[in-house]
């Protein structure tokens, strides 16, 4: 009979499931690819099938083009899909738009690869629901005590009452391209602000794309400042990606004040190594007790960490009775969240 830990195995190119002949994630081109969400270190071209949800799959044409795969099929929340006998489904990650956790069965025995995730609210993508399962597959990306993210609505509000204090600078705001960018927008929103915001050229087919399936971001305008044209005028806010704050694009507007959304600020010395004047802890990820609620929550008898900090999430689940053990996995980044 098979168990849940024969499901799923670790390979070069990724999680690998044998029997059903598909990967999860993989970080180099496969037959068939079963893809958690749109962020380029989990979704890469090349592959022979993929197989994600309808957004991630928008996401990934916008990123590479039409042919970024030989064949795609959509997976549609909760619905089971059969692939070599195995059951797959697909349920809410809370990361990004789109993004998913993939439950892999077989024979009762089922197996949950949480990819990348998040237990705060986020106005633009579904929440996280916590799957059942026998075998939990979790990142780790803030898997240390010290990383505790505060209420993401108090970090924009910490954005709001610079923005007061300081009507003559223009305040940059560097968050990662796909899912940070259009959180941190729609949060300004809920919290009132209603201003134009300028976007970097590089989120402008994104927040596009985020707009045509119902998430609302208000009036945005394009940051980029051609030769004759005019920067966007003083006390505005610009988002951009991380990138961008540090290079000369951000240099053209009036007495710019470095802002950084990312779990990361919770690391000061971080912040002021990148010239980061407003750290904003603002985070896709799950901070350390979400990542332990979420484990209890989800019953698992068998945790295997991926992607992080994965040797201290290890010792907590051996600490509280649980089998445990690290994938370490390459390929894929923690950096830019």
């Known amino acids: 009979m098979t168990s849940a830990r024969d499901l799923l195995r670790s390979r070069p190119e990724g999680l690998c499931c044998p029997e059903g002949q598909f990967f ?23 592959h022979g099938a993929v197989l ?11 990123r590479y083009g039409e042919g970024f795969a030989g064949t795609v099929q959509e997976a549609r929340p909760d619905e089971a899909i059969s692939i070599n006998g195995m059951r797959i489904t697909f349920h809410p990650a809370g990361h990004v738009l789109g993004s998913a956790q993939i439950a892999v069965e077989a024979n009762g025995a089922r197996i949950v690869a949480s990819g990348d995730y998040k ?20 990142e780790a990306t803030f898997a240390l005590p010290v990383f505790t993210h505060p209420d993401p609505t108090h970090e924009v509000g910490q954005l709001l ?16 391209t796909l899912g940070k960018a259009q959180r941190v927008i729609a949060l300004l929103r809920e919290a009132g602000y209603g201003e134009t915001i300028y976007i970097h050229g590089a989120l402008a087919k994104l927040c596009a794309y985020y707009e045509s399936t119902g998430v609302p971001l208000g009036p945005l305008q394009a940051a980029t400042v051609e030769e004759e044209g005019e920067a966007p005028p003083a006390g505005t806010v610009v988002v951009a990606p991380p990138a961008a704050i540090d290079d000369r ?14 779990g990361w600020m919770r690391i000061r010395q971080r912040a002021r190594q990148r010239g980061v004047e407003l750290p904003l802890i ?51 980044e923690d950096e830019a969240e």
């Open 249 to 262: 694009w951000s240099r053209r507007f009036a007495d710019p004040l470095a802002c950084f959304a990312s």
């Open 119 to 138: 237990r705060s609210r986020d106005p633009t993508c579904a929440p996280f629901e916590p799957i059942p399962c026998d075998v939990f597959i979790t």
């Open 24 to 46: 999860i994630d993989p970080v180099r081109p496969v037959e068939r690819a079963l893809i958690t969400h749109g962020h380029a270190d989990h979704a890469r071209a090349g």
């Open 282 to 332: 603002i985070s896709d990820h799950a901070d350390w007790n979400e990542l332990t609620d979420t484990i209890r929550e989800t019953g698992a008898g068998e945790v295997w960490v991926t992607h992080g900090r994965e040797e201290a999430l290890v010792r907590w689940c051996e600490l509280n009775g649980i089998m445990a053990k690290p994938l370490h996995l390459a390929g894929y």
């Open 52 to 62: 994600a949800t309808k957004e991630t799959l928008d996401i990934m044409r916008l």
């Open 161 to 176: 009452t610079s923005l007061k204090q300081f009507p003559e600078r223009t305040h940059i705001v560097g968050a990662y």
